[in-house]
C-alpha cells in the first residue's frame, strides 16, 4: 500500500540549501539577518584598521635602530704596535707597512678588515710603548689581528740585551692579550739594522758592532717568541741587501721608504692569510 506524504514531510527530507539564493526557514531568517550585518560591520572594520595602517606608515617617520649589522658584516680588527718603523717616519699614512697591510687583505682576501690602530711613536724603547698604550687605552679587545715591532731603541740606547728579553716577553704577553689570548694572531717582526743605512755612514757608526748588537735583539725576540708560540718574521736579511740605497730611505736618510714597508707587508700578509681567521 502506498505511503502518502505530506508537504511537510517533503521539507524535512529535503536537502539543506546552501546557496546564497537558498530559501531560508521563517524560524531561522532573523538570526541570519543578524550574522550577515555583524559580518558585514567586520568586513567594514577591518577595512578602516588596514587604511589607517597605510597611511600611518606613508605620513609617519618610524626610525629603526642604526646598529642593526651583524657580527659577520663588522670589518676584522688589526692592532699595531711599535715605534718609528710601524708609525712610519717620514712617509705618508698609506705608505706605513700596517695601512698597506690592510689593503693587501681587503684586495686579495675574501676577508673585510677595517683601518689598523697603530699606537705607535717615532723614538720608543719597550717601556715606552708600554705607558703609550696605557695611554690610548685600546678598546678592541680581541684584535683579530696583532703585530710588534719594538727594539731598536733599546738597542741604540745602549741597554742590554737581557733586559730586553724580559722587556720583551711581557710585551709579548700583553700583545696577545690584546689578541684575545690567541698567540696565532700576533706576528713579531724582527728589528731592521739601521747600521747599513746612509744616516749610519754620515755618523761613522761601527756597522758591524750595531750588526752583532741587532742579531742579540733579534736572537731574543726570536726566543721568546719560540716560547709563547708567536710568529717571527725576518725582515733584517733584506734590509741589510736594500737598505743602504738612497731609494730605500727617506729624507731623513735613516728611516725606511714606502718601497720598503711594501716589503715588509707582504712578508706579514703571505703568513696572515694562512690563518684561519673568520669574521
Sequence with gaps: MKSSTTQSDTQRNAPMYRGINAKIPSRFSGQVLTFEKKYKQMKMYSLFIFISVLLACNTASIELPQNLTTVKDQP??????????????????????????????????????????????????????????????????????????????????????????VDFELMLLRAIGFAGNRPNRVVVVSIPDWGVTPFADKRSTDKQEVAAEIDAYNQAKKSVCGKLGV?????????????????????????????????????????????????
Design 76 to 165: 676584522l680588527t688589526y692592532l699595531a704596535l711599535g715605534d718609528s718603523y710601524t708609525i712610519g717616519e717620514g712617509v705618508s699614512e698609506k705608505d706605513r707597512y700596517p695601512n698597506i697591510l690592510v689593503e693587501k687583505l681587503n684586495t686579495q682576501t675574501e676577508l673585510k678588515w677595517g683601518k689598523p690602530e697603530i699606537i705607535a711613536k717615532t723614538g720608543w724603547t719597550v717601556d715606552e710603548l708600554d705607558k703609550g698604550i696605557n695611554e690610548a687605552a685600546p678598546t678592541g679587545t680581541p684584535y683579530d689581528l696583532v703585530t710588534l715591532l719594538i727594539g731598536v731603541n733599546n738597542q741604540y740606547r745602549g741597554r742590554s740585551v737581557d733586559d730586553y728579553r
Design 231 to 279: 710568529k717571527f718574521i725576518d725582515i733584517t736579511t733584506e734590509y741589510r741587501q736594500i737598505g743602504t740605497l738612497p731609494e730605500m730611505v727617506v729624507a731623513d736618510q735613516l728611516h725606511p721608504s714606502g718601497l720598503v714597508y711594501e716589503s715588509w707587508a707582504e712578508k706579514i700578509f703571505n703568513h696572515v692569510k694562512t690563518i684561519d681567521i673568520k669574521p
